[in-house]
């Protein structure tokens, strides 16, 4: 039986990743409005750390997932009914991590997308995972507004590919950048921020 919480935690996070996959790496051709929510949401630039997450990876791009042949909400769907990343040892904190990586080029190649936790250590690991390093170095970190996905996301992508250059801090690195979703108890009402590697 599907229940109302699985159905919960499986719907909406793959509703937040095809409503977000649009915007998330591919700047608009022509600059669409950004709702007044989100104008005034500027960068926090960050140092950070390196860290590890370990999770499920897919290889997409972006022409994929706005055309009806991603698979990134899929593999939202799958972990959340299997409850496939609770495999996964040694978890730091309460939140999923997303991580985009192996950048083929820059928006318009193919990169790989994992989803999963942080972790404090790597030791033997189930069949299927894989583990990703986040490089340490100056990041552009935005915080979405608080609400459902289908609205917040978008918006915040919006925004950040609204940004010049320099508005945004600097360069996109292209290495590896992440959101974080942490303490997330209704799915209809979220909150995430998108951290932007930069050179």
């Known amino acids: 039986m599907f229940s109302a919480a699985l159905y919960t935690a499986a719907t909406f996070p793959c509703a937040l990743a095809l409503t977000a996959i649009a915007f998330a790496q591919t700047p608009s051709a022509t600059p669409t409005p950004v709702p007044p929510a989100a104008t005034s ?21 972006n022409a994929a997932e706005a055309g009806g042949q991603g ?6 769907q799958k ?7 609770e495999q996964i ?33 790597v030791g033997k ?7 990703e390093t986040i490089r340490a170095g100056k990041y552009a970190v935005f915080t979405s507004e608080t609400g459902p996905p289908q609205a917040i996301i ?5 925004h950040i590919n609204s940004l010049t250059s320099q508005q945004r801090g600097g360069d996109r690195a292209y ?19 998108a951290h932007i590697g930069l050179k």
């Open 79 to 85: 972990t959340m009914q299997n409850a496939t990343l």
């Open 71 to 76: 698979k990134i909400g899929q593999l939202w």
């Open 125 to 131: 690991l189930p069949d299927g995972f894989t583990v």
């Open 41 to 61: 949401i500027a960068p926090k630039i960050e140092d950070q750390d390196t860290f590890t997450v370990v999770g499920i990876t897919i290889r997409t791009n």
């Open 89 to 121: 040892p040694n978890i730091v904190g309460d939140g999923y991590v997303v991580v985009y990586s192996n950048y083929a080029s820059d928006h318009t190649g193919d990169y790989d997308y994992t989803l999963g936790y942080r972790v404090s250590s």
């Open 175 to 193: 290495q590896t950048d992440f959101e974080l979703y942490s303490g997330i108890t209704d799915w209809s009402n979220i909150q995430m921020t």
């Open 154 to 158: 978008p918006a915040l992508w919006k």
